[in-house]
Nanobody, 124 residues
């Protein structure tokens, strides 16, 4: 089975930056769309950004547009989420997920494999 592992989370001040990594057990970028999702305590899981496997097109939630950038490195089997201008409301556990269908959307039901998550905390 496909395995995904997130890393790069931590504690930063408002306005700071973090880069999250999603490492896969195979070359997922050639076959799957990859999405980043997040879940804060007491809230539903929400989509953040996604990138297509074959076309490389990206899509962002309005709440992070202009601040976050999703990218991929096939040689390292890794997808990144660069997060700039962080706000306290960005605090959550961040998950990466892979979609076999390769669709470019943030519908949770489209994703088949999930990582364990990494904590991001933004202080005010």
């Amino acid at each position: 089975q496909l395995q995904l592992v997130e890393s790069g989370g931590g504690l930063v001040q408002s306005g700071g930056s973090l880069r999250l990594s999603c490492s896969a057990s195979r070359n997922t970028l050639d076959y799957y769309a990859i999405g980043w999702f997040r879940q804060a305590p007491g809230k539903e899981r929400e989509g953040v950004a996604c990138i297509g496997g074959s076309n490389g097109k990206t899509y962002y939630a309005d709440s992070v547009k202009g601040r976050f950038t999703i990218s991929r490195d096939n040689a390292k089997n890794t997808v990144y989420l660069q997060m700039n201008s962080l706000k306290p409301e960005d605090t959550a556990v961040y998950y990466c997920a892979a979609s076999i269908g390769g669709v470019l959307d943030l519908d949770i039901l489209e994703y088949d494999y999930w990582g364990q998550g990494t904590q991001v905390t933004v202080s005010s």
